[in-house]
């Protein structure tokens, strides 16, 4: 004899013989609902990371040494986009920034160190930086003496900033470019740190 609880399916009902109304098995989701299901993760995680480097950080790789040691060649960094939202740019900063080479089209952004700020006036003499009438001590970041392309004294106009690479020797920066003021337009984010699986580091930047 069958019990009250034994449910029976008839057709493609399932009828339980207590009495209770028939009830339809779940629906099967639509492929395209299942599909939604599988990839939307994905999609969700791509979107994310698409807005956050779009808005607030910037990502890159260095392929070169010249900002060597504190970033190394083929070193990865982070950059913070905002932090020049609220605050001016600081002497000794490094930062990423827009500045295509006509020389190498593979070449949009580059990774330097801020030396001087609008109004600052720097020279260079005898391997070292020389800031408003001050020998600068570099000696924390700087690899290699600081020579001059050409015996020049830069004056920082408003609105500008001048980058050199901490590698001084093998830095194609502002010491080498036909205007050497970098506008405060053209930077795209503070740097924050650096890592390299190849060179088995990670490192915070301030």
Known sequence: M??????????????DESGAQPVDPVPKPSLLRQLWSFFAPTI???????????????YAVVPTGSMKNLIQEHSFILANRLAYTSS???????IVFEHPDPDDPKVRYLVKRVVAVAGDTVELRDGQLIRNGAVVDES????????AHN?????????????????????????Y??????SVEAIRGKVFCSFSIR??????IS
Do not use: M
């Open 199 to 204: 060179h088995h580091y990670f490192r915070w």
């Open 44 to 58: 969700i995680c791509c979107a994310l990371v698409i807005v956050i480097n779009t808005f607030f950080l910037f």
């Open 177 to 182: 470019w036909d205007d050497p003021y970098l």
């Open 140 to 147: 924390a970041y700087v690899l290699g003496e600081t020579f």
């Open 2 to 15: 069958k019990s009250n609880n034994e449910v029976n399916a008839v057709g493609r009902h399932f009828i």
């Open 88 to 94: 001016d740019v600081q002497r000794g900063d490094v």
């Open 151 to 175: 015996q020049r004294t830069y004056t920082v106009p408003e609105g500008c900033v001048l980058v050199f690479g901490d590698n001084r020797v093998f830095s194609k920066d502002a010491r």
